[in-house]
């Protein structure tokens, strides 16, 4: 049997550089070298395989994350048929490693069942969500959360395990240690045996996670898909139209040249600055010019201009004096900006400690505290329980529409 490790590591390397359509047939050439690999697989426990084919077990999941890895991009956009195609077969490989894992023993109850579960999902077409329309799912979106809160829980177990044992494997090479001696109860070959077996529930779970997210996916994508179906569709019959649309909208302008035109007029309102009489001037635009067409109308009272209304203006300023001083206003300012300051950090403090969504527990990295993710779980699970009392679209009756005095 071949050496499993070169052509994992080819494909790791490939898929932490891969950004580009242009460094993609190294990616393939690693696809291609694990499917010829991945059927001499065949066991029974994994008591039955080796230490060192315990890797080879994993090409599955490699090449479902290798797909999903492959870029799709090109000139035009996202090339969302191409996308498609490489999300499914993803799913078809994480589908084979999942099921080779339960084959061999490698899953737990809890795993196993949800793993079942997730496959009757993407057979039946539902989705765990609370979407509209009186559909209902297998599953609730509280049992979809409780599943990602264990699912979650799982994996950091399992990774605490793999650190762990990755520690003791470099301790031994610091200490000079040979394989076949023990420390701790285990040798070198027992040791990196149980790093594998760990490695291996880590895939099954992230491939767990894999096959749920890409059903939400695969909707989107074929809405895209029929949406640019769409669009294709409507510039072809634009561009057929194009010619009768010219033939129309210039019929349309010779008819609009023979309406006469009538001069633009302007009515100037303004107000007298002493006596405060509103001012009417009329005026026509004719030639790109304004020509006044009325004299200002005013009344008698307002264009007479009194002397001791004049006498009392004399020394007043135009602007408005200040009522403060610049150190009084920087004071106010100041202790405004104090005062913000500190309910901002109040409310920073308060909300901190507040329930949210698990999601954002964990960006904010307080999943640790108990207490808080219970009352998170607890706010959760009261919406979701209102959601599906209160379908959307509930509150439109059409049985009231109508005539009500009959």
């Known amino acids: 049997m071949a050496t499993p490790e070169s052509p994992l590591k080819q494909l790791a390397a490939a898929l932490s550089a891969i950004e580009s359509s242009d460094e993609a047939s190294e990616l393939q050439k690693s696809i291609e070298a694990l499917v010829q690999l991945t059927p001499k697989l065949s066991a029974t426990c994994p008591d039955d395989i080796s230490t060192t084919a315990l890797e080879l077990m994993s090409a599955s999941y490699h090449l479902g994350r290798a797909y999903l890895k492959l870029p799709t991009l090109t000139d035009q956009g996202p090339d969302s048929a191409t996308r498609k195609k490489n999300v499914l077969a993803a799913n078809e490989y994480f589908d084979k490693y999942l099921r080779l894992c339960e084959e061999i023993g490698l899953l737990n109850d809890e795993v196993a069942k949800e793993y079942h579960l997730l496959l009757n999902l993407l057979d039946s077409g539902d989705e765990p969500s609370s979407n509209a329309g009186g559909r209902k799912s ?35 090479v610091r200490l000079g240690i040979e394989e076949e001696e023990e420390m701790e109860g285990t040798d070198g070959e027992g040791l990196q045996r149980d790093i594998s077996l760990e490695r291996l529930r880590l895939y099954a779970e992230e491939s767990l996670e894999e096959m749920q997210s890409s059903k939400s996916e695969l909707e989107m994508l074929d809405m895209t898909i029929q949406f640019e179906g769409m669009r294709s569709k409507s510039n072809r019959s634009d561009d057929r139209m194009t010619h009768g649309d010219t033939i129309t909208h210039s019929n349309d302008n010779r008819g609009a040249e ?50 001791q209304q004049i006498a009392e203006g004399v020394f007043k300023p135009s602007w408005n004096l200040p009522t403060m001083s610049l150190e009084e206003l920087a004071e106010r300012e100041k202790a405004d900006a104090i005062a913000r300051s500190e309910s901002q950090k109040e409310a920073e403090a308060r909300a901190k400690t507040m329930p949210r969504r698990y999601e954002q527990l964990v960006k904010d990295g307080m999943e640790d505290d108990a207490d808080l993710v219970e009352k998170s779980a607890e706010l959760d699970r009261k919406w979701d329980e209102w959601k599906e009392e209160n379908p959307r679209g509930s509150g439109n009756k059409m049985g009231e529409r109508g005539d009500r005095n009959f």
């Open 138 to 172: 297998q599953l609730t979106a509280g049992q979809i959360r409780e599943m990602k809160i264990g699912r979650y829980q799982r994996k950091k177990s399992i990774e605490a395990n793999v650190a762990k044992l990755e520690g003791l494997q470099q301790r031994r």
């Open 258 to 307: 023979r309406e006469p035109q009538q001069p633009l007029q302007l009515t100037q309102i303004t107000q007298d600055p002493m006596s405060g009489q509103l001012q009417f001037n009329k005026q026509q635009i004719s030639n790109g010019r304004l020509k006044n067409i009325g004299l200002p109308s005013s009344s008698i009272n307002g264009t007479q201009i009194q002397r």
